[in-house]
């Protein structure tokens, strides 16, 4: 809505005022006074936008009522009349007064129109500029606070990482090395056992190597940097999951349905963290599938250039309203009674990362994971892995970030 000025004229003499009253009465809120101390009064008491004094006045002359009038509303456009040719008084109010324009009496009205409709333009500009600069210092105050808090930040991140690399890697080589002392400790050990340790120690230094790239790339803040391709047999990295798995569905009486294409080949990737991103979406089945029920994997080649793997259960599915958030970091439906990181029991929750963490390996590779809900109940995950690297999937930023895995690699509103 366009803004209607108040208008204030100032002049001694009655038939003056009421002219100038009349004739802008329907444009601007006119404000008359007969003198500089009622216009003053006036001023304390109402927003004025356009102020018109006449020069010569008893008690006070306009150009120093335009003085005062500045401090008390340093905003208003003043304008001095003037019937004299008095070059004083319009320098004492060009200096003191700040004046917009003097008009000398008598004045034509149509000019009069004119100037006043150009001070009611300046006034609307420099209070949209007022506006502007104000909304400028809120948005620098605010840039400032964000740049303070991002210092903060990245000195707790900073802090977090030192602290992270001690308590991840001492846990790693304790376990290490007395599953190493537990081999040299007896050669007499059923070939159950033996296996056993093997997978014990095969899991440790592959965490250690995961914890090790994970702080670098926190350090670089650069998930891209740690991916160390080369080309290993894709099929004996699903079947090293399916070992990493294998002793939690047995615990759970849960059956694996494996088939792996034997034409599958070689492919060029980092196997750490595709098996990773496997071993997650391994996990996350199996902990939300009922005890002794059924779940998945099948790797089959998707033309030359690429493989298709799925993991697919039939445990409680995914919440519709659920579903949508599948692949955000830390997203979960978190269920004090479900939550335990780093246990496969039936439903068991962990902090919402392994998911993200899963689609994140992947797509470092050019390829993608996708999720379908089961009419019947259950969840389909579908990987789509090419065979090589890509340049452009190597040079684009991954679609997330995540800070380190989940130590079950399980995403809470998952099946």
């Known amino acids: ?13 009655v038939d003056v005022l009421e002219s100038l009253r009349h004739q802008f009465h329907r444009t601007y809120k006119v404000l008359t006074a007969p003198n500089a101390r009622a216009a003053l009064d006036l001023l ?26 500045r401090k008390l509303q340093p905003d208003a456009i003043r304008m001095l009349f003037t019937g004299y040719a008095d070059i004083q008084a ?16 008598p004045w034509d009205a149509v000019e009069l129109e004119g100037v006043i409709r150009e001070a009611a333009e300046k006034y609307d500009l420099l209070s949209e500029r007022k506006a502007l600069i104000a909304e400028l210092r809120d948005a620098n105050a605010r840039l400032v606070e964000a740049n303070e808090e991002l210092s903060r930040v990245d000195r707790l991140k900073t802090a977090f990482i030192e602290v992270a690399s001690h308590e991840f890697n001492t846990p790693i080589t304790l376990v290490l090395g007395l599953t190493e002392l537990l081999r040299l400790s007896s050669s007499n050990r059923s070939d159950e056992d033996a296996e056993i340790l093997r997978q014990i120690t095969a899991s440790g230094r592959q965490l250690s190597r995961l914890v090790t790239s994970m702080l670098t790339l926190l350090r670089a ?55 990773a991103a496997l071993v997650n979406l391994m996990t996350n089945a199996i902990k939300f599938t009922p005890d002794r029920g059924d779940v998945a994997l099948k790797a089959r080649l998707d033309g030359p250039e ?16 659920a579903f949508r958030h599948l692949f955000e970091p830390f997203f979960t439906q978190l269920d ?23 689609r994140q390996f ?20 579908t990987v789509h892995l090419p065979r090589h690297a890509k340049v452009e999937s190597e040079s684009s930023p991954p679609s997330t970030t995540i800070p380190a895995s989940d130590d079950d690699g399980e995403a809470s509103s998952s099946t």
């Open 221 to 275: 803040e650069d998930f891209r940097r740690t991916l160390q391709r080369r080309p290993v047999e894709l099929a004996s990295v699903i079947q090293g999951v399916v070992d990493q798995v294998r002793p939690f569905m047995h615990a759970r009486g849960i059956r694996l349905a494996l088939e792996i294409d034997p034409q599958l080949g070689d492919f060029e990737i980092d196997a750490d963290k595709i098996a």
């Open 90 to 105: 319009v320098i004492n109010a060009v200096n003191e007064g700040h004046i917009f324009r003097y008009i000398l009496k």
């Open 1 to 13: 809505m366009k803004r209607r000025h108040t208008l204030l004229i100032v002049d001694d003499e």
């Open 44 to 69: 304390k008491e109402n927003e004025v936008h356009i102020l018109l004094s006449d020069q010569r006045m008893p008690g006070m002359s306009g150009d120093v009522l335009l003085a005062e009038a």
């Open 306 to 321: 690429g493989a298709v793997i799925e993991v697919e259960d039939h445990g409680v599915g995914i919440d519709p309203e």
């Open 362 to 381: 992947v797509e470092m590779h050019g390829g993608s994971v996708s999720a379908e809900r089961l009419e019947a109940g259950g969840t389909l995950m």
């Open 336 to 358: 004090p009674s479900c939550h335990s990181s780093g246990e496969f029991g039936f439903q068991k929750r962990g902090l919402g990362l392994g998911l993200s963490i899963a």
